[in-house]
């Protein structure tokens, strides 16, 4: 309780300095652990409405266990947005001892195969849903999306459905469902 009065006494001040809207870009994640603080200030810095939802719904979470879900679903995430957050992921599983369970950034066309390449390779090996649907993804990406399901160790779903991988491709993301036996993968 004595963190939140503090925390809005801090925004009351600071708030005659700057607009609402910059205010979440210089601040840190409050909260019992501020692991998370790095990607929950990137999504706020792309200042779309999903992004700064998922940061805000990242604070509440992490507070009470030592995992988190991102789901930007709609997000209208662009390629340099999905690098932006593919950086921030990749940093943030490289220091820190914290699980993502889920991702997911279905419907955002715009992330390209370049973005959505840079989620796959920044993507702990531990997380267990991954949803690319309707990202208009094509035989680019293929190859990373194979290599991520074969080397997570936890995975039980993925959807990559809606996207442009041709029937091949496909087959190929099908098959790994031999070597993934408990992992549903709809393409």
Known sequence: ?????????????ISVILPASQIFRFLPAWGSNSALAPLINTLRSLKN????????????????????????????????DAKIIGGSLKL??????????????????????????????ALPKHIEELGMVGCD??????SHLIKFIKQSKYLKMVCVEENNFS??????IKDLKKQKSRCTIIV
């Open 1 to 13: 309780m004595l963190q939140l009065l503090q925390r809005r006494s801090f925004l009351k001040a």
């Open 49 to 80: 409405p999903v992004c700064m939802e998922a940061a805000d719904l990242l604070e509440s979470q992490f507070q009470r266990e030592n995992l988190y879900v991102l789901h930007l679903r709609h997000g209208m995430l662009s390629e340099p």
């Open 92 to 121: 943030l599983h490289q220091n820190h001892n914290i699980r993502l369970k889920s991702l997911s950034v279905s419907y955002n066309p715009k992330i390209g195969s370049e973005g959505a390449a840079a989620i796959l390779i």
């Open 137 to 142: 993804l094509d035989d680019r990406i293929g």
């Open 167 to 172: 029937q091949k491709m496909r087959a190929k």
